[in-house]
């Protein structure tokens, strides 16, 4: 309840998981039926880089107004996205610029500024639902959808300790309640302990076809620091794991600074 996103809005972290987003929703597209898309930590929607938040982190200059300048053909459909909605867009803006006329969306955020910030977004949107309740909750509630086909994307702030937990035991019962979902799960690289304690409980559970994306901008030497992150994909789309090396390159080249350790990375946690 104290995490606020507006502090953090358009750093690299945002700009990988942003970038992936989108290719994720795109592969969607290339069916006519409509998809759903549960968006379990929505934020507010969208964000003003030259309000006080932003500025006092000044964390977006080394993070989409660095990246915004990049040339790379796999990043062009994300930055034409970002260009054209204007303030920073969260995930609820993306997903919501790419559903076509019946694919449907539901946003939940906890709190309660941030809720009614998205209310006021996709008021008298019919094809956008805004629910002020945990995501955590909404992975049993909310599932499965009519739709039969869409994106679960979790993206947590993780400010509690067990939050790599959560995130696996939120992962296991989302996916029984959708077996056929793509589920893409966010999460940081402080240090690696965590996160190899991660991926066991990823291949400890029932949950098959998972791979892991992630970005490192130096060795992972300093809890105290956001190092790099990852996004966790189960049941990915046909041949993205390469779409997904090639973005998250991309994002490394246009925010990296060459330090020791930086590298992006596909590992296949568990086969189909």
């Given at each position: 309840m104290n995490y606020r996103h507006?502090?953090?809005?358009?750093?690299?972290?945002?700009?990988?998981?942003?970038?992936?987003?989108?290719?994720?929703?795109?592969?969607?597209?290339?069916?006519?039926?409509?998809?759903?898309?549960?968006?379990?930590?929505?934020?507010?929607?969208?964000?003003?880089?030259?309000?006080?938040?932003?500025?006092?982190?000044?964390?977006?200059?080394?993070?989409?107004?660095?990246?915004?300048?990049?040339?790379?053909?796999?990043?062009?459909?994300?930055?034409?996205?970002?260009?054209?909605?204007?303030?920073?867009?969260?995930?609820?803006?993306?997903?919501?610029?790419?559903?076509?006329?019946?694919?449907?969306?539901?946003?939940?955020?906890l709190h309660p500024e941030d809720a009614a910030a998205l209310r006021r977004r996709f008021r008298r949107d019919p094809q956008v639902e805004v629910h002020e309740r945990s995501g955590w909750e909404a992975l049993t509630g909310l599932l499965p959808p009519k739709e039969k086909r869409g994106l679960v994307f979790v993206d947590p702030p993780f400010e509690a300790k067990d939050e790599f937990q959560m995130l696996v035991d939120g992962l296991v019962r989302g996916h029984e309640r959708f077996r056929n979902g793509v589920f893409a799960a966010w999460y940081p690289i402080k240090q690696m302990a965590a996160v190899r304690g991660f991926y066991a409980g990823l291949r400890s559970s029932d949950l098959r076809d998972i791979i892991t994306v992630e970005l490192h901008l130096r060795d992972v030497t300093d809890p105290d620091r956001l190092n790099g992150c990852g996004l966790a994909v189960i049941n990915p789309p046909y041949q993205f794991e390469e779409q997904a090396l090639s973005i998250a390159h991309a994002v490394l080249d246009g925010v990296g600074d060459g330090e020791v350790g930086a590298g992006a990375s596909v590992i296949r946690l568990a086969d189909e």
């Open positions: 507006a502090y953090h809005a358009g750093n690299f972290a945002d700009c990988f998981k942003h970038a992936l987003l989108v290719a994720l929703l795109d592969s969607f597209a290339r069916k006519p039926t409509p998809y759903f898309v549960l968006d379990t930590h929505a934020g507010a929607g969208g964000y003003d880089l030259d309000a006080d938040p932003a500025q006092r982190t000044g964390e977006a200059d080394s993070g989409i107004r660095r990246l915004v300048h990049s040339t790379a053909p796999e990043l062009a459909r994300y930055l034409g996205l970002v260009r054209e909605l204007g303030l920073y867009p969260g995930s609820p803006a993306l997903i919501r610029a790419v559903l076509r006329e019946n694919d449907r969306l539901a946003c939940c955020e």
